[in-house]
Structures are given as C-alpha cells and as structure tokens.
C-alpha cells in the first residue's frame, strides 16, 4: 500500500428525525424516528475511504471489536474496497466504538460517544511489518484515544519513531477532545514538544490549536468577541515548527488551508518530494464555490487530497489547491465520503475554471497567484 491511514474509528449511529416530531427530547416521551442510517465516523474511515475513491492504494488501521457494532464497520468498509479492511485490528473481548447522534430540526447536534477499542488503542498494536513498504503514514484523532494522548503523548512518540525507523513518511492530524475529559486537561505544550520532532507534515484545524495553545484566545473567538487573522495563524505555525515538524497546514473551515514550511532536506519528506519547492513556503489556499450539504468529514477529506498530492511529489501550490478542492467535493454529499470523486474528474474540474471563495481574513503584503489563484504570503520562500 502506498498509504497507511490509522487511529480514531467508530459507528456512527443516525436516527432519522421525522418531519413535524417534536424538536425537544423530553424525559418519558416516545419521539417516533423515520429511520436510521449506519456510517462509518472518525479518521481512519474518513481520511481512509477518502484516499481509496481518489485512487491510491490505501490501508486502514483501526481498532474494532468482535461485537456487531465491529462486524458493521468492517462490513462497510469491505464494500468500498475488499482489501481496505485487511489490516485493521480486531480485539475479541472489547465493544466497538460508537457515536448517537442526536439531530433534531433547527438545533444543534448531540454526540453520546463511547470510545470503545479507541482508548486501548496502543503502538504495539501496529503490524509494523506489514506496513513497512508504505510511503506515507498518517495517523487521526489522538485526542480521543486514551493511550495515545496521556504521559504527555509517550505512545504516540514510541510508535512514531518506530515508523520513522522504516523511513516512511509520518502525518498527524488532531481533534477536538472534551474539555470534561481527561484529554480535555492534557498540558498540549509538553504533547506537543515530545511529539512533533517526530511528525513531518501536522495538519490540524484552527479550532484545535486554539484551544490547545491559546485558549483564552479560543474563548474570545468562540464567543464571536474576536476572530483569527493572519498574525495569528503564523505565530501558530512558527510555534508548532520551532517544535519540529517540518510542514505546517492549517485547516481554517471556510478560510480555506493555510501553509508554512520548514526546511525539508534532512527530513522522509525529500524522498518523494523535490525539497527547493517546498523549503520556507507560506501560502493560502481559499475554498472552493459548493453547494453545501453536510459538513461531515470535511477535514479528513482535505486532508486526503493534500497527502493524495503529495504522494505523487506534486508542489505545495498544488498539495493544498487538491487538498481544498476534495474538501469542496465532501460538503456537497451529507456524509463524510460520498461526495469524493476519482482524481482525474476533481483535477478536470479545478483545471475548468473552478470558482474560489472569496477570503474574509485581511492579507496585507500577501500577493495573489494567478496561475493556481491562492494566495502567497510575505514569508514565503524566505529563510
């Protein structure tokens, strides 16, 4: 396989909510559901199928039970290819994971969430041998994955160093935890510092690294006090870079995905990319024009072009114009994969005149570039 998609995996569960029900949950009343649909949630799904309807051969390693929660994901995932399932770890004495997802008409949703197998999830459950010829290696979620974010990220650092032993690329996407939680108390600038020198691309979204780094900042923009502008998205960059990763993109919602990177030479990433496009870049690149459905997975799906990009050593400017376009295709479906089309028909389409979003965040001294019509910064390409 050329890539390797791992972590956060459930069954989301999604009672359909009759036309005229009555919007509130009330204690001891029956609310009549019109039905019920059964999807696949978390990284490896997403990211994962993502990739496979892009066309590149991919492997998906989550952490299932024997129950029939885990016998329905595997059996989704099967259906979008025979062989995507194959490696995925199977624990015989635990209940697979699962998310009800409470959408009423008109309010907002409610998750009741049980992390199953995702909180056992270790580094010594990666078949390291079986995945030792893959290129690229991305990982989803660890904030909802017990083992992985406690003792300051210690198993994440074990199983990726172990990965960049193999000289494959490693990749590492965030997600938001529960403040009432344990991960919700996570010191992230000690996780960070340990785990990044090991990470060569981090793609997490502005909300996260908010709350993760600059909560009071977070609070402010949660409350709609304030919002984020580019001052803020390159100290946030430079930050996670001092800690040692090499490529920084930022997922910035309908702002599109923000680029920083480091110098690239001494890192896996020279192996497949040419190091001169990619040394000291800072770019933008806005959203696409969609009609939007369903916001599900939009981030994983992003996610899934920029690596589907990388992977054929494509430049920066066209890693995060994929990368934004496949995010356009996921919000036209209401599910997290469906709205995923074939490379080429997404390329053809962005290649045809694709409409850009227009930005809402100030970009002074940034220069606007006509021939992939994203945005470079002032930094771009300077030491």
């Not at 995923?340 to 290649?351: A, D, G, H, S």
Request: hydrophobic residues 40%.
């Amino acid at each position: 396989m050329d890539i390797v998609v791992a972590g956060h995996i459930c069954l989301d569960i999604i009672p359909d909510w009759r036309i005229g029900s009555i919007k509130t949950i009330i204690p001891g009343h029956i609310l009549e559901m019109s039905g019920l649909k059964l999807s696949t949630g978390g990284a490896v799904a997403n990211t994962g199928i993502a990739l496979k309807k892009l066309g590149i051969n991919t492997a998906l390693l989550g952490k299932v039970g024997t129950d029939a929660f885990g016998k329905v994901i595997l059996e989704i995932l099967k259906k979008e290819g025979k062989t995507l399932a194959e490696n995925m770890i199977i624990s015989g004495n635990e209940v697979s994971s699962y998310t009800i997802v409470l959408n009423p008409p008109d309010t907002d949703r409610v998750f009741l969430h049980y992390p199953g197998p995702n909180h056992t999830f270790t580094a010594n459950d990666i078949p390291y041998e079986k995945i030792k010829s893959s290129r690229i290696f991305h990982f989803g979620y660890p904030p909802l994955m017990q083992k992985f974010y406690e003792n300051d990220g210690k198993e994440l650092v074990k199983m990726f160093q172990r990965i960049r032993k193999m000289k494959i690329i490693t990749s590492l996407d965030m997600a938001m935890p529960d403040p009432e939680s344990p991960a919700g108390r996570v010191d992230w600038f000690k996780f960070f510092k340990n785990v990044l020198p090991l990470v060569d691309i981090f793609m997490p979204s502005i909300d996260e690294l908010l709350y993760m780094l600059r909560p009071e900042k977070y609070n402010k923009i949660y409350e709609k006090r304030e919002r984020f502008d580019m001052v803020l998205l390159n100290q946030l960059a430079k930050q996670l870079i001092d800690y040692g990763t090499k490529v920084v993109a930022i997922k910035l919602g309908d702002q599109g995905l923000y680029l920083r990177t480091h110098q690239i030479e001494k890192s896996n990433l020279s192996s497949i990319i040419n190091h001169q496009d990619w040394n000291y870049r800072q770019l933008l690149s806005p959203c696409f024009a969609a009609e939007v459905k369903g916001t599900t997975g939009t981030g994983d799906a992003t996610i899934a072009g920029f690596l589907a990009e990388l992977l054929k050593g494509g430049e920066p400017e066209k890693c995060i114009t994929l990368a934004t376009a496949v995010g356009a295709c996921c919000v036209e479906a209401v599910d997290a994969t469906e709205g995923i089309r074939p490379l080429p028909e997404i390329i053809k389409r962005v290649t045809s005149g694709w409409e850009r979003l227009s930005l809402s965040i100030p970009l002074d001294h940034w220069k606007f570039d006509y021939q992939y019509k994203i945005w470079k910064g002032p930094e771009d390409q300077v030491r």
